[in-house]
């Protein structure tokens, strides 16, 4: 399924202030409204519309800054957060700040199979394997929400649904077990969607169906604060289309998700015979020539065979034909990714009406590192309680008074890309792109240093290290303007942790560990009496037994600093405990003794050392 927060960034405020809810609000970015409730889309404003528009449509709209992305991060995190503690294979994927996938096949399987098929309008549904009252009731006799096609097709298709027949009628096919199945996941879909309401404020449409792409176009059919579920035949039955295929004919190539504007440009000038036209200004992908699935498909000739000639070039990748000719006919095998808890990449951008100048470059470089590094100090670094020295506040600069932190990955590349404008053309008008330009180098080690403020950080990311590569895609004596200006650091490396997908076993804790294990054994350096220096007292007999010499001397090596476990008292002993290190190999702490040679080594080396007794001369 696919989950999409209505207008989120408006709802984050009205999180904030519940009040805003009923007051139509819009949130600025620049100089136009970059979302707005339905409160003020009622009156008439849309997105993308110029904030002085919006004040003369709507006098009394209530207009809120939002290009400080922070608080709509964290509300983000936070929801989804929430959502994938719903889903028992982690299979949870974020897409954005306000649309997130969830593959819930294991939880409707695992319902499907307790249904009792003679009182589905009665059913449980359980979220929880163990848990026999986790969960909710439902009726799994027909759909929650809406559906593709609507009611008059439910109808007439009754007689292909699994509504009250017995259970054993499953292998004879008269039930349809997907449409069971997409039946019960629009139950979760909506139980899901009211416990985000109720529990957290925020609203949200939800596309059901059997794969991403479909999840989220049928999501869009019914908003806001809603569900649709597409409902089979998936495939063609006697000739007949499908409802996937009827679902997706009427749709622009273009906005079919995974086939983009330059895609789907080819595409339209290949079923024209022309070059496709698109319009004036300066946003990007907005096409003149509406070129339908249905027009495609039905087109002579084509093939994902014509479709890969069409679209291959630089750039590419094998099989874009039969890629493209798969979603167009709603196929896509694309698994949801599972929770991450470490983002593959961070990055920061804006874009610009004009940029054209070091000066302008230098600032707005300056502004877009100060966001990147506040970016990765908040979603890189974790609370590290074997430190006291430096903490994080909420923006991400560094403090003393705060709880301390450590680093959970670090970047090892950090990119600069843009977008120039291409020149003038003779007519006067701008020929459209929309290809970035990019250069990439090794992430700076002094940007992990948490004790800096983050302005200082900034200062020497710039000068040393931004500036330089943007000089090497700008060289000095060409003339440039940019549309846009991105900079992101990528390639993360997981830090060592107990995570089984961390990079490495964290050795602060393991020594840690190991001293709290060992302490009660631990000799312990204490003055000693002079008057007592060759006696310890014998707890059986109450006896004064005077030390042997090489004890006295291995007492005094240990007290000085210069002994070592070889001079260790005899009168010590030492135990084995199976959580010494929470080690894999689960050896001694003091190690493995050699039966041929006798000497002591850590376990884990002990297999190679026999293989050197036993190697031939």
């Known amino acids: 399924m696919a989950k999409d927060y209505d207008c989120f960034y408006a709802a984050v405020f009205e999180a904030e202030n519940p009040v805003l809810k009923s007051l139509p609000l819009a949130v600025q970015q620049k100089h136009i409204i970059v979302t707005c409730n339905y409160e003020a889309r009622r009156r008439g404003l849309n997105k993308l519309q110029l904030i002085k528009e919006a004040k003369k449509a709507c006098p009394d709209l209530i207009i809120v800054l939002g290009e400080d992305l922070t608080r709509f991060r964290n509300a983000s995190k936070e929801l989804y957060d929430f959502l994938r503690g719903f889903v028992w294979s982690q299979k949870a994927e974020r897409l954005g700040f306000d649309e997130v996938f969830l593959d819930v096949t294991d939880l409707v399987d695992f319902n499907i199979t307790i249904l009792n098929y003679n009182a589905l309008s009665h059913s449980f549904f359980h979220l929880d394997r163990t848990d026999p009252i986790l969960g909710f009731s439902y009726n799994a006799s027909r759909y929650a929400g809406s559906t593709y096609p609507g009611s008059a097709a439910e109808s007439s298709n009754k007689s292909t649904c699994a509504a009250d027949v017995p259970e054993d009628l499953l292998a004879t096919g008269v039930i349809d077990l997907l449409e069971l199945r997409l039946r019960v996941g629009s139950h979760l879909a909506q139980y899901l969607r009211h416990q985000l309401e109720e529990q957290k404020g925020y609203t949200s449409t939800v596309g059901i169906s059997t794969n991403k792409l479909l999840s989220k176009l049928v999501g869009n059919v019914n908003k806001p604060k809603n569900q649709t579920t597409l409902r089979p035949p998936y495939p063609s039955i006697d000739g007949e289309d499908s409802n996937v295929v009827r679902f997706m004919d009427p749709r622009d190539i273009g906005k079919v998700p995974g086939i983009g504007f330059k895609l789907s440009q080819r595409i339209r000038s290949h079923v024209l015979g022309r070059e496709a036209q698109y319009e004036d200004g300066e946003g990007y992908g907005v096409t003149k020539e509406n070129i339908t699935v249905r027009d495609v498909r039905s087109f002579p000739g084509m093939s994902p065979k014509v479709l890969d000639d069409i679209l291959k070039g630089p750039g590419s990748y094998k099989g874009i034909g039969e890629r493209v000719w798969g979603l167009l006919h709603g196929v896509d095998d694309t698994d949801v990714g599972k929770a991450r808890d470490v983002p593959r990449q961070i990055s920061i951008e804006d874009s610009y009406i004009r940029l054209d100048s070091m000066v302008d470059v230098d600032r707005e470089l300056r502004l877009l590192a100060s966001s990147l590094i506040r970016r990765i100090r908040t979603d890189l670094t974790e609370t590290d309680d074997n430190d006291s020295n430096s903490g994080l506040r909420d923006d991400g600069d560094a403090t003393s008074a705060d709880s301390p932190r450590k680093w959970r990955a670090h970047p090892r590349v950090l990119r600069l890309s843009t977008r120039p404008r291409l020149p003038l053309r003779p007519d006067g008008a701008r020929a459209r792109t ?184």
């Open 434 to 617: 929309s290809t970035r330009i990019s250069r990439s180098g090794h992430m700076p080690t002094f940007v992990f240093n948490l004790k800096a403020s983050v302005e200082t950080l900034v200062d020497q990311l710039v000068d040393e290290t931004l500036i330089p590569l943007f000089r090497k895609l700008h060289p000095e004596p060409l003339v440039w303007d940019l549309s846009l200006v991105n900079i992101a650091a990528t390639h993360m490396m997981e830090t060592a942790g107990d995570d089984r997908n961390a990079g490495g076993r964290d050795i602060g804790k393991m020594f840690k560990r190991q001293e709290d294990v060992l302490k009660e054994w631990k000799v312990k350096d204490e003055d000693i009496r002079p008057s007592h220096d060759n006696e310890v007292i014998q707890e059986d007999t109450g006896a004064d037994i005077p030390m042997e010499t090489d004890q006295i001397e291995a007492l005094m090596n240990y007290h000085t600093g210069q002994g070592s476990e070889d001079s260790l008292l005899q009168t010590q002993t030492t135990i084995d405990t199976d959580d010494d290190w929470n080690s894999e190999d689960n050896g001694s702490v003091l190690g493995t003794t050699c039966e041929v040679c006798g000497s002591t080594m850590p376990a884990f080396a002990m297999g190679a050392h026999e293989r050197f007794h036993i190697k031939p001369d």
